[in-house]
């Protein structure tokens, strides 16, 4: 609407401010939240997104868009951080929902498609994590850290890698205490 995504947004506030309830409301209220996104501001993205969640939740087209759309700004989030695994974690509650609440919804398969792509990439943070302790001889932090990426995915590569590890760092362990 404007080159400008911070007075796009004001623009759609000052809609959703003054008629909440109105008929161009609830897209100018998803608006302000792809104003955010095109900023790269994904909190506040989130918190627009939430916002017609909250205020249009009896209207299923506009509450998931606004779900999809929350989920995808969480997953945006998780991309940038590395070590901090709470975006990623929201992004999975996030499509869980989605996946849960609109079962028939078009973007079903992406959403499962992100799920299972942080799914891999948590185990992947939670492997790396566990290789750290483990050249540390930090055993027990090491055990944690190889359990949770068994725990994140099941069925990845670096699952059966941890498993691996956890029975030689068990073993060890076993032959330390005789």
């Not at 623009?11 to 955010?36: C, H, K, M, W």
């Amino acid at each position: 609407f404007f080159p400008n995504m911070e007075k796009t947004a004001a623009l759609f506030e000052r809609i959703t401010t003054n008629g909440p309830y109105g008929d161009v409301a609830p897209s100018a209220q998803l608006r302000i939240g792809a104003a955010q996104e095109k900023r790269k501001e994904f909190g506040l993205a989130v918190a627009a997104y939430d916002l017609a969640l909250d205020r249009y939740h009896d209207r299923p087209v506009i509450a998931a868009d606004a779900m999809f759309r929350k989920g995808w700004c969480h997953y945006k989030e998780a991309q940038a951080a590395d070590y901090d695994q709470s975006a990623a974690s929201s992004a999975l509650e996030t499509f869980n929902d989605f996946v849960a609440v609109y079962p028939d919804d078009r973007r079903v398969p992406q959403a499962q498609k992100i799920m299972n792509a942080l799914k891999a990439d948590r185990a992947r943070a939670s492997y790396q994590i566990a290789q750290y302790y483990e050249k540390r001889g930090k055993w027990n932090g090491a055990l944690i850290y190889y359990n949770e990426a068994t725990l994140n995915d099941p069925a990845s590569k670096y699952a059966a890698e941890a498993r691996a590890r956890i029975e030689q760092i068990q073993q060890r362990q076993k032959t330390a205490e005789k």
